[in-house]
């Protein structure tokens, strides 16, 4: 058990909505990173927030957002949902700093159809 | 950048020999290597990291890899396979100062036979 909750652990979308998946943090920790992991791929970096500030994001547009709210909990938004987007969603909180170790929610696994 | 390349996406061991699992890196800079392991259903659970220091470096559940920066390697083994270890284990790698932005492998899935 990590700490980490990620809600909700399953969802089915059809293509063109919208979608908010959320992510609860381990307690006392300020930064919270967001992969996606597609069927028989590893996660790939989608982006970082510290301290409510994005800090760091990989090769996703501009549909892929995020928040993360004072608590340090965090939402992964995704706008004009495309079939590709289909996928294991996955955050990870941790103290800042290179040493820090990322603990890893369980996931949401979302279907867009 | 960074990039990681596991050879073999599946592995097939049986109980009691040795599990060896192929990472090998490319970073522009010192590289933080780190091996997890994913069960069905579950999220990502860490094994062991490399950062600085001794490069043969132990982990849970009798893991341990070494970091061989000449041949650019952090090959995973643990000496006696247990069917627990039947899993998806993904080696990942990081700069120094980029916490938390992992660039993670294709995974290699691990069959534990009796």
């Known amino acids: 058990e990590t700490g980490v909750t990620q809600s909700p652990t399953h969802l089915i979308k059809t293509r063109g909505q919208q979608v908010t998946l959320r992510c609860s943090s381990q307690s006392g920790h300020n930064t919270v990173s967001w992969y996606q992991q597609a069927l028989g791929q590893g996660p790939q970096f989608i982006f970082q927030y510290y301290r409510e500030e994005e800090n760091g994001r990989g090769n996703f547009p501009p549909r892929f957002s995020g928040l993360q709210f004072p608590n340090y909990s965090s939402e992964l938004n995704v706008n004009a949902l495309e079939l590709d987007d289909s996928a294991l969603y996955l955050c990870?909180?941790?103290?800042?700093?290179?040493?820090?170790?990322?603990?890893f929610g369980s996931g949401t696994q979302l279907s867009v159809l | 950048a960074q990039s990681v390349t596991q050879l073999g996406s599946h592995v097939s061991v049986s109980e009691g020999a040795l599990v060896l699992l192929r990472c090998n890196y490319s970073s522009s800079v010192p590289p933080y290597l780190f091996w997890y392991v994913q069960y069905p259903n579950q999220g990502l659970q860490l094994l062991l990291k490399y950062t600085t220091g001794a490069t043969l470096v132990k982990g849970i559940n009798g893991f341990e890899a070494e970091f061989k920066k000449s041949e650019t390697s952090f090959h995973l083994t643990k000496p006696s396979a247990h069917m627990s270890d039947a899993a998806e284990y993904f080696c990942?790698?990081?700069?120094?100062?980029?916490?938390?932005?992992?660039?993670f492998g294709a995974g290699t899935q691990v069959v534990v036979t009796p």
């Open positions: 990870a909180s941790s103290l800042a700093g290179a040493n820090e170790k990322l603990f």
């Open positions: 990942a790698v990081s700069a120094a100062d980029s916490w938390g932005k992992l660039q």
